[in-house]
């Protein structure tokens, strides 16, 4: 019993001392770190390994890359949550993620294309062709008045079967009431791209060796970190051009959006054209090609011109009419074809010429525009540019209404060969032709589709149904027979009033609307192509050291000296102001910065090698330890997260940086 006694006793002993020691070490953690802990929030491992991250500005959001090419954008408030993922088939790989400053679109850096996605449902607003790199987007003020009247363009009707989310991002930038400035480099990093809205290019600045930008606020500002073998150094570039003319820019942006939007409408209205038009050349090449290879030395028009002159037919002609193509197959073919010919015709007056007219109104617009020069001019928006596009335009809706002819005489002549044909199957089958009436006139255009040569053709190494020649609009190459308009008297007199006029529009019948269209996408290209001047003459540089950190408004940059002593430079409009931020003493080795308006943190290396985060505030510095094999840490700057990638890209990590008191 008095053993038993003794035992507890001890039990009870050591339970007490271990209350102790853990209050006394409490203590003293609460004395050296009062109400500051960071704590991790998730910990998740993944099969695909993480490449890049970054942190959205204004939510408790993460957008992540793998390995794979999928990008995703993750919740991450205590818990973790997709929010949506996409996987952009023969992009490539991802070179980096770059947010706007309002978190509403994020930019997907490709090897040879940026695109633009909604937050909401990862919807794709824009893609550029471009191998610069997104290095980071700022937000500008704008001073408070309503954005350029612009016209009201036309209702577009939706196209069947073809994507047209790129809608979407003028809704999108109408309702903003800033301009947001998407700063790039290229592959070479020694020259600095602006462009207005993610999108439209209003000037650059030459720079070796770029690393980090940043444009303040108020725009007056540039702040390029430029990287070279001896030294990194810190370049302040007044940019006063762009805060004078940032609401011009905006009426601009605005402008090319709409322009954007309705060039992306046209060329789907075009693919839609094109995939009706191959619908009606794949009948035909399934049902009469076989056969007219197989005919030699004679070819198809003549085998078809010997009945239609004779009424007989040929023992391999009547067996493929009789036994093969058959009544009902020819009935089908008539049917289905004359339905491709009006989806085609109505995709012409509904969609494309429709899009046409509202592309002509904006452009007019923006004429005008280019004629105030104290307002627009100075950006680089030049008249003659914009009246050649709109040269263009009228050049391409001439071809359409063009081609609209060409469709209606061809519908008409296939119209009635199909129905010959038929009438001659029926014939040849003993059964009662009658049935089929073909008028003197109808008979006439028969002849005149047969005369006009082989029925197939062979160009740019591929075969197919000769129909008259509408084909030929949709073909890369010239137009092989010229229009004749067809005694369309209006036309002739457009064309007749037109004709003295080239220094404002240039007729081209030789041109097909394949070309045409492309002579209006290079000219839209280059009526947009502004260029602020001034942007590349610096105000002010310092020299810092490689290990810096500049906050997100271009405000302020970090750097640590060959000491371990933080120094801070405030970027103003007037000057450089350095201060010494060596709040604490580091005794580790440095290896990483982040900057708050405040407070930074380090993230150190012991001689052990152990990692360490730390944040330095005011009056303390706060320390957790990060795994052993971490590869990337990106920070949010508004929301004081951290994602820790670690484990060769499989395991991440969100750390909360924020003190328990919710205070800085």
């Given at each position: 019993?008095?053993?038993?006694?003794?035992?507890?006793?001890?039990?009870?002993?050591?339970?007490?001392?271990?209350?102790?020691?853990?209050?006394?070490?409490?203590?003293?953690?609460?004395?050296?770190?009062?109400?500051?802990?960071?704590?991790?929030?998730?910990?998740?491992?993944?099969?695909?390994?993480?490449?890049?991250?970054?942190?959205?500005?204004?939510m408790?959001?993460?957008a992540l890359s793998y390995h794979s090419g999928e990008f995703s954008v993750v919740r991450t408030c205590m818990s973790w949550q997709a929010v949506w993922t996409v996987k952009e088939e023969g992009e490539g790989d991802i070179q980096g993620l770059v947010w706007r400053s309002d978190g509403k679109v994020l930019a997907v850096n490709f090897k040879e294309v940026v695109n633009l996605y909604s937050v909401e449902g990862g919807t794709l607003l824009h893609s550029s062709?471009?191998?610069?790199?997104?290095?980071?987007?700022?937000?500008?003020?704008?001073?408070?008045?309503?954005?350029?009247?612009?016209?009201?363009?036309?209702?577009?009707?939706?196209?069947?079967?073809?994507?047209?989310?790129?809608?979407?991002?003028?809704?999108?930038?109408e309702s903003k009431t800033d301009l947001n400035v998407m700063l790039l480099c290229d592959k070479d990093r020694s020259c600095l791209r602006l462009a207005a809205q993610g999108m439209l290019h209003i000037?650059?600045?030459?720079?070796?060796?770029?690393?980090?930008?940043?444009?303040?606020?108020?725009?007056?500002?540039?702040?390029v970190v430029t990287k070279q073998t001896s030294a990194t150094r810190c370049t302040v570039y007044n940019t006063e051009s762009l805060a004078e003319h940032t609401n011009n820019i905006n009426d601009v942006t605005m402008i090319y959006s709409k322009v954007l939007t309705l060039s992306?409408?046209?060329?789907?209205?075009?693919?839609?054209?094109?995939?009706?038009?191959?619908?009606?050349?794949?009948?035909?090449?399934?049902?009469?090609?076989?056969?007219?290879m197989s005919l030699h030395p004679s070819n198809l028009s003549e085998q078809f011109l010997h009945l239609l002159v004779t009424g007989t037919a040929s023992m391999d002609l009547e067996n493929f009419l009789v036994h093969t193509l058959k009544e009902k197959e020819i009935s089908k073919l008539l049917q289905s074809t004359m339905q491709s010919y009006k989806g085609i015709e109505k995709l012409i007056t509904q969609n494309f010429m429709c899009c046409c007219y509202a592309l002509a109104t904006h452009l007019q617009f923006l004429l005008g525009m280019s004629r105030w020069y104290?307002?627009?001019?100075?950006?680089?928006?030049?008249?003659?540019?914009?009246?050649?596009?709109?040269?263009?335009?009228?050049?391409?809706?001439?071809?359409?209404?063009?081609?609209?002819?060409c469709i209606t005489h061809s519908k008409a002549k296939l119209s009635s060969f199909l129905k010959w044909l038929l009438k001659a199957t029926i014939s040849l089958s003993d059964g009662n032709s009658s049935t089929v009436k073909l008028s003197e006139d109808e008979l006439n255009l028969v002849v005149k589709f047969l005369k006009t040569g082989n029925l197939f053709s062979t160009r740019a190494d591929t075969s197919h149904f000769n129909i008259d020649t509408v084909w030929q609009y949709f073909s890369e190459e010239n137009i092989l027979v010229p229009p004749e308009y067809y005694n369309n008297k209006i036309l002739d007199t457009v064309l007749t009033l037109l004709k003295d006029k080239k220094p404002y529009l240039t007729v081209q019948p030789n041109l097909s609307l394949v070309q045409s269209h492309k002579l209006l996408t290079e000219s839209l290209l280059k009526c947009f192509e502004l260029n602020l001047r001034d942007l590349d003459i610096p105000s002010q540089s310092i020299d810092i050291t490689s290990l810096y950190t500049l906050s997100s408004d271009a405000k302020l940059l970090r750097y640590v000296n060959d000491t371990n002593i933080i120094n801070m430079i405030s970027i103003s409009?007037?000057?450089?102001?350095?201060?010494?931020?060596?709040?604490?003493?580091?005794?580790?080795?440095?290896?990483?910065?982040?900057?708050?308006?405040?407070?930074?943190?380090?993230?150190?290396?012991?001689?052990?090698?152990?990692?360490?985060?730390?944040?330095?505030?005011?009056?303390?510095?706060?320390?957790?330890?990060?795994?052993?094999?971490?590869?990337?840490?990106?920070?949010s700057e508004n929301r004081r997260l951290g994602a820790i990638i670690s484990s060769q890209g499989r395991r991440i990590q969100i750390l909360d940086l924020e003190e328990d008191n919710g205070e800085e």
């Open positions: 019993m008095v053993i038993m006694y003794r035992f507890l006793s001890s039990i009870l002993y050591n339970v007490l001392m271990i209350i102790k020691i853990s209050e006394n070490m409490l203590y003293q953690i609460t004395k050296l770190y009062p109400d500051q802990v960071m704590t991790f929030q998730v910990d998740r491992t993944s099969a695909n390994p993480i490449e890049h991250a970054a942190w959205s500005p204004t408790d959001l993460l062709s471009t191998q610069d790199s997104v290095v980071s987007w700022c937000s500008l003020g704008v001073t408070s008045r309503l954005p350029v009247i612009t016209p009201v363009e036309p209702h577009l009707p939706q196209i069947e079967d073809v994507k047209t989310d790129i809608m979407s991002i003028r809704d999108l930038l000037g650059s600045v030459p720079a070796s060796g770029i690393a980090s930008v940043g444009v303040t606020p108020d725009g007056k500002n540039l702040c992306e409408y046209l060329l789907s209205t075009f693919k839609a054209m094109t995939d009706s038009w191959d619908d009606v050349l794949s009948e035909f090449n399934k049902k009469l090609f076989a056969f007219h104290d307002k627009y001019g100075e950006l680089g928006l030049k008249e003659a540019s914009v009246q050649d596009s709109i040269n263009k335009l009228a050049g391409l809706m001439i071809k359409a209404q063009e081609m609209l002819q409009e007037e000057n450089m102001q350095l201060s010494n931020q060596n709040r604490h003493t580091i005794t580790d080795k440095i290896i990483s910065i982040f900057g708050y308006d405040r407070d930074f943190i380090l993230v150190t290396k012991a001689t052990n090698n152990a990692l360490t985060i730390c944040i330095c505030f005011e009056d303390d510095i706060v320390k957790t330890e990060l795994p052993q094999d971490t590869q990337k840490i990106f920070i």
